[in-house]
């Protein structure tokens, strides 16, 4: 929005000030070879992963990471969720949130500055640019321009890998809910779904625009993750500071030179703002436009080494060790910052989660079974006076090979049971079903019981008939005349 202080007289005050490019200058240091590898790292992650394979035997896909929708099931290497099981993916989401908290609260925006997908791909896109146009000066020369045979080559190649690189990404993404390779084939040879084509056409034109275009106007005015962060900032929070008590007055080394004493370390350089991915002044004070990638520390450090004054004008503290710092005392070392007990609090509750869903992982049965009576009618009167009641059960086999299951009756004295497959003269307390690998089969059972049968309660329960010897139990309902 316009600055009041950029408001000329007779100027009709404007809603939204104009978008100025950012183009950063390059720069090397600690934070930017972080930065290369953290990109490297989730870049790899992205574009890699639905590419490794995982051998689940013969029946179950060999995609390591796969969200089969078909199927419903949620692959991610030696673990398989079922829908019945959606908790865990509750549970993951619920660990990524407080993963945020607990990030933002350890080492500020550390989120935004080096692995939020919009950090990465416009810091790719900006590399992009550099590659292609050349460094910060040779950008902004091209820019002023005017358009003639130069500018318009340099744009058509720039866009050209923007757009290449938009579209590997919405590829990528689809690969993840179809086995790679077949969906690479089916979407060349027009075989895949309308809707693999509609996703990669909607995933390529959002990051086209997101990370070739909008870049840090998606931190600055779209993004509400900054708001909620700004309000869990305080002073005991790592940010990127620029200690104006050690930098003010600034002025230039010659300046400095012929007035002793009269500035501060700042000699004005605006390498800061240079490199700075967002543009921003970091000398302004803390904002929302600093997406704390430390950027500007590993250029003003370089400056200060340049022109021999202690490095760590700008620096990575938080605004109670600045005051300390200030008032001359001994600055404490940032790992210090993390001892927090907020961020002791958020590590507690996003481990105990974390461990909660190890251990349901490691105790889950991979054998299930439900079942529903009907309900119309509730219940048949045999001619010789027994009662039959109706289920519907499900038994489900979560390994990923067929198993015999083994169904007994507890409970209803004198009940048998049968199903559609079998003659109702077989009916028995206990009966075998095999089921088949990774699926779930549905089964017709009827329960006969005695004459003067009472409606009661009673359960199925099931068995593999396998090493694991896995059971599960479905408590149900006998309905009798005269109900309970
Ligand atoms: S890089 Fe350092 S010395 Fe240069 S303007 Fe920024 S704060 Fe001042
Ligand atoms: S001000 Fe510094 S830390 Fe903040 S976004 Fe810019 S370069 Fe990164």
Known sequence: MNNPERIEEGTPAQLYEKRKAVHPQKVDGPFRRFKWLVMLVTLGIYYGTPWIRWDRGPYAPDQAVLIDLANRRFYMFGIEIWPHEFYFVAGLLIMAGIGLFLVTSAVGR????????????????????????????????LERAPWGPKKIAHRAVKWSIYLLISFWTGGAWIMYFADAPTLVHDFW?????????????????????????????????????????????????????????????????????????????????????????????????????????????????????????????????????????????????????????????????????????????????????????????????????????????????????????????????GGRMWTDQMASEDAARELTVTVAADSTEPLRLYVIAPPDTASQDFAFTVTSLDQQAEMDTSETYFEAPGGE
């Open 189 to 413: 040879t027009g075989q895949a779904a309308p809707v693999a084509y509609l996703t990669v056409g909607i995933l390529t034109a959002t990051t086209f625009a997101l990370g070739g275009f909008m870049r840090e106007q998606v931190c600055i005015y779209m993004c509400p993750w900054p708001r909620i962060q700004s309000a869990m900032l305080d002073e005991k929070s790592l940010i990127v500071t620029y200690k104006d008590w050690r930098g003010e007055p600034r002025g230039s080394v010659k300046k400095a030179q012929k007035n002793p004493g009269e500035f501060g370390d700042c000699i004005d350089c605006n390498q800061c703002v240079a490199v700075c991915p967002t543009g921003y002044d970091i000398r302004k004070g803390p904002d929302i436009a600093c997406i704390t990638c430390g950027l500007c520390i590993d250029a003003c450090d370089r400056v200060m080494e340049e022109v021999g004054r202690p490095r760590g004008l700008i620096d990575y503290a938080t605004l109670e060790d600045c005051e300390r710092e200030k008032a001359g005392e001994e600055p404490r070392p940032a790992w210090k910052a993390l001892l927090h007990p907020r961020t002791l609090i958020y590590f507690g509750v996003w481990g105990g989660i974390g461990l909660a869903l190890l251990f349901a992982l490691g105790v889950r049965s991979h054998t299930d079974i439900s079942a529903a009576p009907d309900r119309n009618p509730p219940f048949m009167l045999m001619s010789d006076g027994s009662i039959r009641n109706s289920y519907t059960v499900k038994l489900r086999n979560m390994e990923s090979r067929p198993r015999d299951m083994r169904v007994t009756m507890e409970g209803l004295d």
């Open 110 to 141: 550390a989120w935004c500055g080096y692995s939020c997908p919009q950090t990465v791909w416009t810091d790719l896109f900006q590399h992009i640019d550099r590659l292609v146009d050349g460094d910060r000066n040779a950008q902004m020369r």
